[in-house]
């Protein structure tokens, strides 16, 4: 829909998206209305104010043949391409014959500072992601690069990344586009702050933000004034300049099986592509010093341009002006960067362990009001203010509901290995997504009985017939098992926020092997995450902690062990006495 008017020619509509991609940086910034006025800190002071030491200045490096062929073996294999109509597949074939003068042209590029005008061109495919489909707001743009432009990003992101790491220049906040970095330690993070802080006796809210259009919005001179202040000058500047400047982008509607039109191109003013591996790195560094800025008893959890933040405080009246505080913070810190905080879509939570509620809105000023909720989504997990996880614990409900459904449709048809495929794919997936936040809750136990219905269509069981005997012979964990597996590998992949018994007591017990267990003073702490890690592996056989050192050893060892239980309840494995 195009000026409240629904256009059905195809170049129409995609003429129509390329606009609309290519104006939504200016129309986001200039919907702020921000004074001019207003006298507002520059992104460098708030650089030099986060970094109290310089970072040091990026080491250069050629690229090797040996480095060109891994990038190449390293793409996927697919025929989609970018405007050059050159696919991946056609590249890896041709690698013996292209690998030495590719390698040539890379170097040249590197030591030039110049990126390929032709490698510029990228073809955007706009993806819907809620809401009515004719809004085009609802869209997100998709850049299809050429296969060339990958390898060279690649090799520059190689670069970059090092560079990150050798300097440790990413704020520990950050968890979105890191290796190593997941979902689920982001909501661990968010939800220790939350938890932890409730068992300390203090007041709790929660500031989630949503940003419009940040990739979108970047503005390229703030984003290389802030690479030059994390050390990447030079040549490798003046190409990333280079690879951001004189951009264009054309938007394809349809696909090669149907008939496909394309926009006029369309020269990119700001931003950063989405679909490539430089843009998120790019906006990383964009973002990178926004935690700085909040009252240090906060916690800032970012996950991309994904923005929340727990703030703490020991009284009500305390916490709602430390609130208001953070929130003018941000405020201010988005509009010197030329970011936009949507304050229609951005929500406020007060964490409580009590059912009282006061669904006022939160004012800032004369102004602004930002909603203040029972529940909202963050990373998949609906979280609501008494941390019951009723809500989200519905949500997997319904949707392995229907799974379970569409199992018993076709179960007839198709063999019992596809029937274990599809198991893992439509409720694997679903049941165990977060379980070591939910897993602990009262209502966790339907979903438990729906997993051993899933399980009773599989084996072609009666209702009343007993299933335990099946997740061991289908090797699939029954839900309290699988919520220990989950809990206790978090608690080996992140044993630097555990602490052993060992460092608490220097003394060598029995239990030397164990965590270090905090004291809790809040039931809903008790279930938390933290403490409900610790526990599961405190009370494992001493024959598997033994087994720790050995990661993957141990997980082989773990699931054994809890395929061969097949725990029904939390309360049954810790009745458990073992040999």
Not at 43 to 63: C, E, G, H, R, T
Not at 167 to 188: K, V
Not at 203 to 219: P, R, S
Request: glycine share 4%; with cysteine.
């Amino acid at each position: 829909m195009v000026e409240n008017k629904v256009i059905r020619n195809q170049n129409k509509i995609a003429n129509a998206f390329n606009k609309f991609f290519i104006s939504i940086a200016d129309s986001t910034i200039l919907n702020k209305n921000v004074c001019s006025n207003q006298e507002l800190p520059t992104p460098i002071d708030y650089l030099i104010d986060s970094f109290n030491l310089p970072v040091n200045k990026m080491k250069w490096q050629y690229a090797s043949t040996q480095e060109i062929t891994r990038i190449i073996k390293s793409l996927k294999t697919k025929n989609s391409t970018g405007y050059d109509e050159i696919s991946n597949r056609i590249i890896k074939v041709s690698l013996p014959f292209i690998v030495s003068p590719l390698t040539y042209i890379c170097n040249k590029i590197l030591s030039t500072g110049v990126f390929p005008d032709r490698l510029k061109y990228a073809t955007v495919k706009p993806l819907f992601k809620k809401g009515e489909t004719q809004n085009m707001a609802n869209y997100r743009p998709i850049s299809l690069l050429t296969s060339f432009s990958k390898i060279i990003e690649k090799l520059m992101y190689a670069r970059l990344i090092n560079h990150i790491e050798s300097n440790n220049i990413l704020a520990q906040e950050q968890y979105g586009f890191r290796s190593h970095s997941s979902t689920e330690q982001a909501a661990f993070s968010l939800m220790n702050s939350i938890l932890s802080a409730m068992n300390n006796k203090l007041m709790v809210g929660g500031l989630f933000c949503d940003l419009q259009k940040a990739f979108d919005c970047v503005n390229h001179k703030i984003l290389l004034e802030k690479l030059i202040f994390y050390g990447i000058e030079g040549k490798f500047k003046s190409l990333i300049e280079s690879y951001l400047m004189g951009r264009y982008q054309r938007v394809v509607i349809g696909n090669k099986f149907d008939s496909r039109s394309f926009s006029e191109w369309e020269v990119i003013k700001c931003g950063v592509p989405q679909g490539s591996i430089l843009g998120p790195l790019f906006f990383l560094f964009y973002i990178n010093d926004l935690p700085s800025i909040s009252n240090r008893k906060n916690k800032t959890v970012l996950f991309a341009d994904d923005t929340s933040i727990i703030i703490t405080d020991v009284n009500k009246l305390e916490l709602e002006i430390n609130l208001k505080q953070t929130l003018k913070d941000i405020d201010t810190w988005f509009n010197a960067n030329l970011l936009a905080l949507n304050f229609k879509k951005s929500q406020y939570i007060e964490f409580r362990s009590k059912n009282c509620y006061n669904i006022t809105p939160m004012t800032i000023d004369d102004e602004i009001k930002l909603p203040k909720v029972k529940e909202t989504k963050f990373l998949g997990l609906i979280i609501d203010d008494t941390i019951t996880w009723k809500q989200h614990i519905n949500y997997v409900i319904n949707k392995i509901a229907r799974s379970c459904y569409a199992l018993r449709n076709i179960k007839h048809f198709i063999p019992l290995d596809t029937l274990k495929v599809i198991y893992f794919a439509h409720i694997h997936s679903i049941l165990s997504y977060g379980i070591i936040f939910w897993g602990n809750a009262s209502y966790a136990s339907n979903v438990f009985r729906l997993q051993k219905k899933a399980m009773r269509i599989i084996a072609n069981f009666g209702p009343r017939e007993s299933c335990r005997h099946l997740f061991e012979k289908f090797e699939i964990l029954s839900f309290y098992s699988q919520f220990i597996y989950s809990l206790i590998l978090f608690t080996i992949n992140n044993d630097h926020l555990f602490n052993a018994i060992t460092m608490i007591h220097e003394h060598k017990t029995r239990t030397h092997n164990n965590l270090y267990l905090p004291s809790v003073n809040l039931t809903k702490y008790s279930q938390s995450a933290y403490v409900a890690g610790i526990k599961a592996f405190n009370h494992l056989p001493q024959t598997l902690k033994e087994l720790t050192l050995d990661v993957p050893n141990f997980k082989r060892a773990l699931k054994r062990f809890l395929l061969h239980h097949s725990f029904y309840s939390m309360k049954e494995y810790y009745q458990q006495k073992w040999v």
